[in-house]
């Protein structure tokens, strides 16, 4: 045989190996319809998006956003946001801080003076913070009060308690008191109703179209998803609570395209400067949360690792983060079980184990 021809049939008999050899790679959305199963259907669903680099990898929603007239789930549907609203509440006071209205050791106090004497040290860094020992409005309502409080309404209860959980700044125990106060000191720090602050300084600027803290006869929320609960075995409209009107801890209704738009500006300095991000992001506290050894401002901390959840009667929600890697997970979903952050850490593992 010729040395050209040993040499081809050389590399032929190389080829097979070669090819063989080659890994077989997974894409990383391949099974996540198999995770969101339970969504899907005549059933109340979830949104699901997945943004690497700033772009929507996987973008998908599932299920049913109004059971009655079967209206499906997009990501364009607004769900209500529960806590992962307290970003924004965060986001608000930090641009006062920026405008040299507010600053963070500042006492609340200064700005809610109807506060009692017990308050006096507790400072709007620690309200951020859940480190003011408030006490939780909700345990204060009347169980037979069937109205909806406001904000407002939640000062005016903690103004009639003259005692703390605990001495302000000495320990941590997440405080939806606090967030409500919040909004109310921006509200008085920016000479403006809350809602229309985070139109005007965070919603519009980023284009977050139809983001909104809602207020009964107020706004209406475009392509809203209702929530649902199953109560007497069947899925039943659970979406309003006697708590749903408090917007600092709660109230803010977004979809999948408005968190993308939120979740870039946390890269740059769009909206927020660099310090203020930082604030945002560091230790603030330690916390006694599993998943969540610190929290920062509106934001539990698991090392890198940025993220919050949000449950409401009808909602359940949650953004995890992966800023190192460019990579955030949302779930948004309008039913009262289960919890998604589970989902969010499968989804997210998927990106993940292809970015080592």
Known sequence: MRPA???????LGLLPLATSAAPVLTPPDAGIDGLMQAYDGQVPGAAVLVLHDGQPVF???????????GTTITAASNFRLASVSKQFTAAAVLLLVED??????????????????????ITIRQLLSHTSGLLDYEDLMDPADTRQVHDADVLALLSRQDRLNFAPGTQYRYSNSGYALLALIVGRASGQD???FLQQRIFRPLG???????????????????GYGWIDGRWQRTDQSTTSAVLGDGGIYSSLDGLARWDAALYDDR???????????????????????????GWRLNGPVQWHSGES??????????????LTVIVLTNRNDPEPYPLALKIARRWLDTLQ
């Open 5 to 11: 021809v040993v040499l081809f049939a050389a590399v």
């Open 59 to 69: 973008r998908r929603g599932y299920g049913l956003a109004v059971l009655e007239d």
């Open 100 to 121: 040299g209205r507010l600053g963070l050791d500042q006492p609340a106090r200064q700005w809610l003076p109807e506060l009692p004497p017990a308050a006096a040290a």
């Open 194 to 196: 809350f809602a229309a």
């Open 208 to 226: 977050m179209a139809h983001t909104v803290a809602h207020q009964d006869g107020v706004d209406t929320i475009a392509a809203r998803a209702y």
């Open 271 to 297: 909206l927020l400067s660099k310090a203020s991000r930082r604030a945002m992001f560091s230790p603030s506290t330690a916390t006694t949360e599993p998943d969540a050894p610190h929290y920062g401002f």
């Open 313 to 326: 009667i009808g909602f359940r929600n949650v953004i995890v983060r992966h800023p190192e890697k460019h």
